[in-house]
């Protein structure tokens, strides 16, 4: 297994290297290893309606959109198990993140709540109170001290204490943003949305869906300051995952994930390529799992029903 600091990387080379046509065998034939493949989607509950995904070793985790629910999978395949059930109170189960503790960290969309489970239990360790005024609490990065969420309907940022080396949890607060990430006057723009921690551990890095700009923010005293994308701009930008100065940025409604290099700082990013796959239908974030890449598929263009169809999609674009 290679160190975490280089399986997005490692990942991010993997699907170019794997011809779109493996999808045809997926799961039945041997992978590029001479191990069995892993498939190439594993459905989730008809209806789910999943944004979020998280990953740890073969275990990956989806959250609904539109309930709150959360369940567990195998990338392997097989049925997933519900760990977290649909929510009255959060009724949205966005970006995820997990930490050495065992904690998932879940946005909590309109609701304006921040939620915290055990991973392996389901148990609800931290629910927030819903933040002041309209709010959709997008996407979570993990720093040392403390989660940070997005809030793509207010400029502004959620943070959760975690404390010295993970211990204990305090409670959410909000902090403006200021300087270069600003929002559009339209109250029904998506601004903020996708979010990872920077290289120095201090600050995050958070991609505007509307203008495509990615912005480094300070979460302890909300100052943005763009950073220039050659190549860009990453427009519909959703979901963001980093390893070292590997960053990739989900395009949601434009099917693709773009693969960058960031510059010293992360003062500058530099778009090397994109990934497509003839299997996403409006990808939104991703995870790594068994050194190969993951999405779920959010469908956002299609009506959804009680047996719309959803799936969690292993990477294999070019």
């Given at each position: 297994m290679?160190?975490?600091?280089?399986?997005?990387?490692?990942?991010a080379?993997?699907v170019?290297?794997?011809?779109?046509?493996?999808?045809?065998?997926?799961?039945?034939?041997?992978?590029?290893?001479?191990g069995?493949?892993?498939?190439?989607?594993?459905?989730?509950?008809?209806?789910?309606q999943?944004?979020?995904?998280?990953?740890?070793?073969?275990?990956?985790?989806?959250?609904?959109?539109?309930t709150?629910?959360?369940?567990?999978?195998?990338?392997?395949?097989g049925?997933?198990?519900?760990?977290?059930p649909?929510?009255t109170?959060?009724?949205?189960?966005l970006?995820?993140?997990?930490d050495?503790k065992?904690?998932?960290?879940?946005?909590g969309g309109?609701?304006?709540t921040?939620?915290?489970?055990?991973?392996?239990?389901?148990?609800?360790?931290?629910?927030?109170?819903?933040?002041?005024?309209?709010?959709?609490?997008?996407?979570?990065?993990l720093?040392?001290?403390?989660?940070?969420?997005?809030?793509?309907?207010?400029?502004?940022?959620v943070?959760?204490?975690?404390?010295?080396?993970?211990k204990?949890?305090g409670?959410a607060?909000v902090?403006?943003?200021?300087?270069?990430?600003?929002?559009?006057?339209?109250?029904?723009t998506?601004?903020?949305?996708?979010?990872?921690?920077?290289?120095?551990g201090?600050?995050?890095?958070?991609?505007?869906?509307?203008?495509?700009e990615l912005?480094?923010?300070?979460?302890?005293?909300?100052?943005?300051?763009?950073?220039p994308?050659?190549?860009?701009?990453?427009?519909?930008?959703?979901?963001?995952?980093?390893?070292?100065?590997?960053?990739?940025?989900?395009?949601?409604?434009?099917?693709?994930v773009?693969?960058?290099?960031l510059?010293?700082?992360?003062?500058?990013?530099?778009?090397?390529?994109t990934?497509?796959?003839?299997?996403?239908?409006?990808?939104?974030?991703?995870?790594?799992?068994?050194?190969?890449?993951?999405t779920?598929?959010?469908?956002?263009?299609?009506?959804?029903?009680?047996?719309?169809?959803?799936?969690?999609?292993?990477?294999?674009?070019?």
């Amino acid at each position: 297994m290679l160190p975490r600091r280089r399986l997005i990387a490692a990942a991010a080379a993997a699907v170019v290297l794997v011809p779109t046509a493996a999808h045809a065998g997926a799961g039945t034939g041997k992978g590029e290893g001479g191990g069995r493949a892993l498939p190439s989607t594993i459905p989730l509950p008809a209806g789910f309606q999943p944004e979020g995904i998280e990953a740890r070793g073969g275990r990956f985790y989806a959250g609904s959109r539109a309930t709150g629910q959360i369940v567990v999978g195998n990338v392997k395949g097989g049925p997933t198990r519900e760990l977290v059930p649909a929510q009255t109170a959060a009724p949205s189960a966005l970006g995820l993140r997990l930490d050495r503790k065992d904690r998932l960290f879940v946005a909590g969309g309109r609701t304006g709540t921040v939620s915290v489970y055990r991973a392996r239990t389901g148990k609800l360790l931290y629910r927030s109170p819903a933040v002041p005024g309209p709010a959709f609490v997008n996407d979570v990065a993990l720093l040392r001290d403390r989660a940070v969420f997005t809030d793509s309907a207010t400029q502004r940022l959620v943070v959760v204490p975690i404390g010295r080396k993970g211990k204990g949890l305090g409670e959410a607060k909000v902090v403006p943003i200021t300087g270069s990430l600003a929002y559009d006057a339209d109250p029904a723009t998506n601004e903020a949305n996708g979010i990872v921690a920077a290289r120095d551990g201090r600050h995050v890095l958070v991609v505007n869906s509307r203008t495509g700009e990615l912005h480094r923010v300070d979460p302890r005293t909300g100052v943005s300051t763009l950073v220039p994308v050659t190549g860009g701009p990453l427009t519909n930008g959703d979901g963001l995952l980093r390893s070292g100065n590997t960053l990739l940025a989900v395009q949601n409604r434009l099917n693709k994930v773009a693969v960058l290099r960031l510059g010293r700082g992360d003062a500058s990013a530099t778009v090397r390529r994109t990934i497509t796959d003839s299997q996403f239908d409006v990808p939104t974030t991703l995870a790594v799992a068994k050194g190969r890449l993951f999405t779920v598929n959010a469908r956002f263009t299609t009506t959804p029903a009680a047996d719309t169809a959803y799936d969690v999609v292993r990477i294999d674009g070019k």
